[in-house]
């Protein structure tokens, strides 16, 4: 096959870990015969730096000509004082709004080989297998009006019938191939928009009989997260509820450098980027964990591209690399010797050179 994939690296340690991504995606390319057309545009405060727009015209006319992107993380101290139509974050949500990109899809697998650095018990991280199913494109990030003065400040939670139908079905259709368990997450013993959602949700569940639904309150979803994480499989939810409870889940698994995640549309366009930020702290010292970027990449080619076996390599082969002890510095123990990012990424691809596939793989996407 043949794909076009535009990449937008972004602030802080994101060029370094989509460096790491797109040489496991040229690896799989030679590997399975298949022709990556790799393009970099600009986004975030990289963008505002060179264009005065954190998401510049000739950037969404390079990914509106590719296949899918890969993006690596927006924002950084630089620009925290910029104007918000200058902020880098406003890239961000401006290309997932521009491709209507509504169902971001976070999965939350636990991983014997990480389990040490997780935050909580072995026992009670050890059979985590979540997706998180967050609404993108509306709620508090986009409602109107949005304003502030020295004397006050509003943003409004719209969310329309629309919005949520979409991305309550999306979540059944998801729940239908893994276990058919859902959990809708909302604040509807205060929120008027929670109770619309949670009508809905209602309504919807009528046509899945085979789902089993749950609603459950966001602040107790986020207190099961901590107590009894192996419980959830998917969870619905609302833009912001879905941002936190994401970084949250995310440590679960020892890392939030290692969770992927994918925005889809309708069809099979899509954008894929880590669940992490642009940690700038660590920026260019090569401490970054590539393996969110990798892992988006197996997801960009599972989603958009249906290169099934081509995804599950790229998850055996992150696998394998953590099994056989090797880790960058989110994941070591005192004593371990450090990967640095290149050292790490080197390791996974040795490991797709050499690999025999298999079935085992560790994150399950649908
Ligand atoms: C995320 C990030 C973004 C969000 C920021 C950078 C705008 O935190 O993708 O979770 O809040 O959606
Ligand atoms: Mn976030």
Same mark, same amino acid.
């Given at each position: 096959m043949e794909k076009r994939v535009a990449v937008l690296p972004g602030d802080g340690i994101g060029p370094e870990v989509t460096e790491a991504a797109v040489k496991v995606l040229e690896v799989i390319g030679r590997r399975f015969s298949h022709t990556f057309h790799v393009s970099y545009g600009s986004i975030g405060g990289a963008a505002v730096d060179l264009f005065s727009n954190p998401l510049p015209a000739e950037t969404v006319t390079l990914c509106e000509s590719s296949d899918a992107v890969l993006l690596g993380a927006v924002g950084g101290p630089k620009w925290d004082n910029n104007s918000s139509e200058l902020r880098p974050e406003k890239g961000l949500l401006a290309i997932r709004k521009h491709f209507d990109l509504f169902a971001n899809l976070r999965p939350v697998k636990?991983?014997?080989?990480?389990?040490?650095?997780?935050?909580? =018990?072995? +026992?009670?991280?050890? #059979?985590? $297998?979540?997706? @998180?199913?967050? +609404?993108?494109?509306?709620?508090?990030?986009?409602?109107?009006?949005?304003?502030?003065? &020295? =004397?006050?400040?509003? #943003?409004?939670?719209?969310?329309?019938?629309?919005? %949520?139908?979409?991305?309550?079905?999306?979540?059944?259709?998801?729940?239908?191939?893994?276990?058919? =368990?859902?959990?809708?997450? $909302?604040?509807?013993?205060v929120l008027e928009s929670s109770k619309l959602w949670r009508q809905i949700v209602e309504e919807k569940k009528k046509?899945?009989? &085979?789902?089993?639904? +749950?609603?459950?309150?966001? &602040?107790? !979803?986020?207190? =099961?997260? %901590?107590?009894?994480?192996?419980?959830?499989? *998917? @969870? *619905? !939810? +609302?833009?912001?509820?879905? #941002? @936190?409870?994401? &970084?949250?889940a995310s440590v679960i698994t020892g890392s939030l450098g290692v969770l992927p995640s994918a925005s889809m549309g309708h069809d099979g366009f899509g954008l894929y980027e880590p669940v992490h930020g642009s940690a700038p702290e660590i920026a260019g010292l090569g401490l970054a964990n590539p393996a969110a970027a990798i892992l988006s990449v197996a997801m960009m080619l599972h989603y958009s591209f249906n290169m099934k076996a081509e995804a599950a390599a790229i998850e055996e082969a992150v696998n394998t690399v953590f099994e056989d002890g090797f880790y960058t510095a989110d994941l070591v123990e005192p004593g371990q010797r450090v990967l640095s990012t290149r050292e790490w990424t080197s390791k996974v691809l040795d490991e797709l050179d050499v690999q025999s596939v298999s079935n085992s793989i560790m994150f399950s996407y649908v």
């Amino acid at each position: 096959m043949e794909k076009r994939v535009a990449v937008l690296p972004g602030d802080g340690i994101g060029p370094e870990v989509t460096e790491a991504a797109v040489k496991v995606l040229e690896v799989i390319g030679r590997r399975f015969s298949h022709t990556f057309h790799v393009s970099y545009g600009s986004i975030g405060g990289a963008a505002v730096d060179l264009f005065s727009n954190p998401l510049p015209a000739e950037t969404v006319t390079l990914c509106e000509s590719s296949d899918a992107v890969l993006l690596g993380a927006v924002g950084g101290p630089k620009w925290d004082n910029n104007s918000s139509e200058l902020r880098p974050e406003k890239g961000l949500l401006a290309i997932r709004k521009h491709f209507d990109l509504f169902a971001n899809l976070r999965p939350v697998k636990a991983v014997p080989s990480l389990l040490h650095a997780s935050p909580l =018990k072995e +026992e009670v991280a050890k #059979d985590v $297998d979540m997706l @998180i199913v967050r +609404e993108l494109t509306g709620g508090l990030y986009f409602g109107e009006p949005s304003r502030r003065t &020295d =004397k006050s400040a509003v #943003d409004s939670l719209v969310y329309t019938r629309e919005e %949520i139908e979409r991305i309550v079905e999306r979540s059944f259709e998801i729940a239908r191939l893994r276990s058919g =368990k859902v959990a809708s997450v $909302d604040k509807a013993n205060v929120l008027e928009s929670s109770k619309l959602w949670r009508q809905i949700v209602e309504e919807k569940k009528k046509a899945y009989p &085979d789902v089993e639904v +749950e609603h459950m309150l966001v &602040d107790s !979803t986020a207190m =099961k997260l %901590i107590t009894n994480p192996a419980q959830f499989d *998917v @969870i *619905v !939810t +609302e833009n912001m509820f879905g #941002d @936190i409870l994401s &970084d949250e889940a995310s440590v679960i698994t020892g890392s939030l450098g290692v969770l992927p995640s994918a925005s889809m549309g309708h069809d099979g366009f899509g954008l894929y980027e880590p669940v992490h930020g642009s940690a700038p702290e660590i920026a260019g010292l090569g401490l970054a964990n590539p393996a969110a970027a990798i892992l988006s990449v197996a997801m960009m080619l599972h989603y958009s591209f249906n290169m099934k076996a081509e995804a599950a390599a790229i998850e055996e082969a992150v696998n394998t690399v953590f099994e056989d002890g090797f880790y960058t510095a989110d994941l070591v123990e005192p004593g371990q010797r450090v990967l640095s990012t290149r050292e790490w990424t080197s390791k996974v691809l040795d490991e797709l050179d050499v690999q025999s596939v298999s079935n085992s793989i560790m994150f399950s996407y649908v």
